[in-house]
């Protein structure tokens, strides 16, 4: 499986929302409802932040949202604020009797 | 609460072997896939390995297919990852996680729960 497709950075002033892309193929995003998103923290394990493309966990604030379409899932981030500055990975499934795969992650600065 | 909480990492030459252990608790063990993932310092996450809820399949990348392998032992609450033939580029920051405890979504990559990772380096 190849690696989905991120920006390698973004980011946006406080207050502003930010967007990040996670492209894919037919195979992957865009075959099934299945993609995550996930903030890393430097040095820190990674957060779940959104599942089944628009879920949010419970904690997770309504700032985060998530979308698809097509073969491209998004990330919106919207009332930027600075504890949001972090690593973003998607993931998504890849169907039955193989594994999924990761994006190879967006940085967000707060500026 | 739930906790997950690995060990078992350190230094090690190549073509040598490590095990990884992940104790769980605060949650049904047995209910629940397990899965390994990865990262390569300053690099991005990487799947490595996942074993469904009762071991009754598991699945992995190719860049560790034939050398690594997922078990879990109930009795124990404690996932494993046993890595043969160790080279170079398996040095990584390796994270046990919590999947799907739905029996037709072992596969779906809603990693609730992460552990706190151990650093695997491999170097002669």
């Known amino acids: 499986q190849s690696a989905l497709t991120q920006p390698r950075s973004v980011s946006g002033s406080p207050g502003q929302s930010v967007t990040i892309s996670c492209t894919g193929t037919?195979?992957?995003?865009?075959?099934?409802?299945?993609v995550s998103w996930y903030q890393q923290n430097t040095g820190k394990a990674p957060k779940l932040m959104i599942y089944?493309?628009?879920k949010r966990p419970s904690g997770v604030p309504d700032r985060f949202s998530g979308s698809k379409s097509g073969n491209t899932a998004s990330l919106t981030i919207s009332g930027l604020q600075s504890e949001d500055e972090a690593d973003y990975y998607c993931?998504?499934?890849?169907?039955?009797?193989?594994?999924?795969?990761f994006g190879g992650g967006t940085k967000l600065t707060v500026l | 609460q739930v906790q997950l909480v690995e060990s078992g990492g350190g230094v090690v030459q190549p073509g040598r072997s490590l095990r990884l252990s992940c104790a769980a608790s605060?949650?049904?063990?047995?209910?629940?896939?397990m899965h390994w993932v990865r990262q390569a310092p300053g690099k991005g996450l990487e799947w490595v390995a996942v074993?469904?809820?009762?071991?009754?399949?598991?699945y992995y990348a190719d860049s560790v297919k034939g050398r690594f392998t997922i078990s879990r032992d109930k009795s124990k609450n404690t996932l494993y990852l046993q890595m043969n033939s160790l080279r170079a580029e398996d040095t990584a920051v390796y994270y046990c996680?919590?999947?799907?405890?739905?029996?037709?979504?072992?596969?779906?990559?809603?990693?609730?729960?992460w552990g706190q990772g151990t650093l695997v380096t491999v170097s002669s």
């Open positions: 996680a919590r999947g799907s405890d739905d029996v037709w979504q072992q596969l779906v990559p809603n990693f609730d729960y």
């Open positions: 605060g949650f049904t063990f047995s209910y629940y896939a």
């Open positions: 074993i469904y809820y009762d071991g009754s399949n598991k």
């Open positions: 037919s195979s992957d995003v865009g075959g099934y409802n299945y």
């Open positions: 089944d493309v628009s």
């Open positions: 993931c998504s499934y890849a169907g039955s009797y193989t594994l999924g795969v």
